[in-house]
């Protein structure tokens, strides 16, 4: 195999006396990579439990940790393969940790429970069984099967107490109200927010520090509705901006009922939010209600019929409607002012949040009541109790870490696969468990994972955690970025197929606070053939799916050189 075109880039991942992170796009051998830091790290340890690799699901716990041991008993028992200098670096790297393993009398072979190879959760759960006291609960919670049944119970007890009289009978009061007294949809609700508290508890702030929460909530509103704004007054030329200006003019001066919100010209930029409800306003004038650009004006926009200027005014109109649609991006911008909050709140919706961050501090403390008594807990809990008993070790300062002497070690390198699936409680583990780490202190961490791949949003996976990380340090830790860009899956036309096409789709910049991701592109490692590519084929009419599966079927039968490697996605 020859040497890739980012061998250099591969070559600093396994430099081990650094932390990194790591893009690894799709077919770039990122698992491969993971695992050869791994054994790298696990070569110059005193104990195999001082490395921790944390993966995103128990498959591919399972799968790694498979892949090291068979690695392991490769290079305890055979010689290094001949003529492949890839597949040799593999066979070495092993080959170091069993000497390791012999030195230190690991017997990891035997013992491959020592590989700290586990998922998030699986790591969360032995840190609250090691140590329930600091984990906030005072018993070994074990994960449930079903934690509905007890997102429901701590709904049921919390409403029970409209009628004994608890201290939050009022704010559920007010929200029955809300809600037509329909005790049985606020239990729903309470149960589904219950399930999702990992996304909501770190932001749910203390009932006396409410007001400066709400502060805080309209200056995010401001700013966001400024950010807009911004992003529309760059994405047209200021000249079609004073076009458009005097047009509006003239239409809000033959509306029968005057719009006040159309009176304001959109060049005055004294205050940014007022202007706001001028876009709100213009909006109507430029788009259908389906959000589309208008073909066409009349009277009710403010363009009556007529000869010479009523015409020239509405010709001017539709042409500017019309640069407006061919500009990139332009009309995006603008359709996202219908979806903006305003920027301020109501007393009502001030006093309803108000309720609402009680009912919530109520529902989560009788949750864990629930858990408590039961003995069992969600993967949620399991978590916010790890951070609990990592946060109280951090407070107690230096001396024997109980946290040491409950798991028998103590971490020296951390892996993470998959990182741009983290979630801020994963996350905020990661930071607590490299607390006190400093660079050159021989303690690492390496971030491996493709933010152009997160798609667990509704898991809380927070993609601009990847971007963050590779902006800012994580605690006093600086990591190295590196991106690899060989790509050893898929031929040369399909690489590049799929390079000119996602470079149109991805965004030019990254964004952390949006969760925006540039586009990276990946160099080809195979050749392939004219076949292979990008190829679109349509089918319609009654007869689509025998004319798909018919042409599926001659695509396949004109394939070359079928392997075992090859794959057919279908519809279920």
Same mark, same amino acid.
């Given at each position: ?51 921790? +690799? ?9 799968? /790694? ?85 007890? #997102? ?20 559920? /009061? ?42 805080? /909530?309209?200056?995010?509103? +401001? ?21 458009? +200006?005097?047009?509006?003019? #003239? ?26 409800? #001028? ?23 403010? $363009? ?141 961490? $390496? ?8 798609? #667990? ?116």
């Amino acid at each position: 195999m020859t040497r890739p075109d980012d061998f250099a880039v591969r070559q600093q991942a396994l430099s081990v006396n650094h932390s990194c992170i790591v893009q690894a796009p799709a077919g770039s051998g990122k698992t491969e990579l993971l695992i050869r830091r791994y054994l790298t790290l696990l070569a110059r340890v005193e104990q195999p439990e001082q490395v921790l +690799a944390i993966t995103f699901t128990r498959k591919a716990a399972a799968e /790694m940790l498979t892949r090291v041991v068979q690695l392991l008993e490769g290079a305890a028992l055979g010689e290094s393969p001949a003529g492949d200098e890839f597949l040799a670096e593999g066979w070495r790297l092993a080959r170091a940790v069993v000497e390791q393993d012999r030195r230190q009398q690991w017997g990891i072979i035997q013992q491959p429970a020592r590989l700290r190879i586990v998922t998030i959760d699986s790591f969360s759960q032995g840190l609250n069984q090691a140590l329930p006291l600091l984990a906030g609960s005072g018993v070994q919670l074990i994960p449930t099967d079903n934690p509905e049944l007890l #997102y429901r119970e701590a709904a049921r007890e919390l409403l029970a107490g409209i009628d004994q009289g608890s201290a939050c009978k009022a704010e559920l /009061m007010t929200l029955l109200g809300h809600l037509d007294n329909q005790r049985r949809r606020l239990e729903g609700l309470l149960v589904e927010m219950l399930s999702k508290r990992d996304q909501w508890l770190k932001a749910l702030p203390h009932p006396k520090q409410y007001d400066q929460f709400i502060a805080g /909530m309209e200056r995010s509103l +401001a700013r966001l509705c400024a950010q807009w704004l911004e992003r529309w007054r760059t994405a047209m030329p200021s000249a079609w901006f004073l076009q458009l +200006a005097d047009l509006i003019d #003239y239409a809000a001066g033959n509306f029968e009922n005057q719009q006040p919100a159309l009176t304001g010209p959109a060049h005055h930029r004294d205050d940014e939010l007022n202007e706001l409800d #001028y876009w709100r306003a213009v909006v109507g004038l430029l788009l259908t209600q389906e959000g589309n650009p208008r073909k066409t004006v009349n009277k009710s926009q403010g $363009f009556p019929p007529g000869k010479g200027d009523p015409a020239d005014k509405k010709a001017a109109f539709i042409q500017l409607i019309a640069e407006l649609n061919k500009t990139p991006n332009a009309l995006a911008v603008l359709t996202e002012l219908t979806r903006l909050p305003a920027p301020s709140m109501s007393a009502e919706d001030r006093e309803l949040i108000r309720t609402l961050v009680v009912v919530l501090h109520y529902a989560a403390a009788e949750l864990q009541l629930v858990f408590q008594a039961r003995g069992e807990g969600d993967f949620a809990e399991l978590s916010l109790r790890a951070l609990q008993a990592l946060s109280a070790e951090e407070r107690a300062g230096d001396g024997p870490s109980e946290l040491a002497l409950a798991l028998d070690y103590k971490l020296q390198h951390i892996l993470v696969d998959e990182f741009q699936d983290t979630s801020w409680l994963q996350y905020r583990l990661i930071e607590l468990l490299t607390a006190g780490w400093q660079p050159g202190d021989g303690r690492t961490l $390496f971030l491996v994972g493709d933010p152009m791949q997160s798609i #667990y949003r509704f898991r809380e996976a927070d993609v601009g955690l990847f971007l963050r990380a590779w902006q800012e340090p994580i605690g006093d830790l600086e990591l190295q970025p590196l991106t690899l860009s060989a790509n050893f899956r898929s031929d040369a036309p399909l690489v590049e197929d799929n390079n000119r096409l996602f470079q149109q789709l991805f965004p030019t910049t990254n964004d952390i606070a949006r969760g925006a991701v540039r586009f990276s592109p990946s160099t080809p490692t195979r050749t392939g053939v004219s076949q292979t590519g990008l190829f679109c084929h349509g089918f319609s009419g009654e007869a689509a799916r025998t004319d798909e599966a018919l042409a599926l079927a001659m695509q396949i039968e004109a394939a070359p050189g079928q392997g075992q490697g090859d794959a057919i996605l279908v519809k279920s």
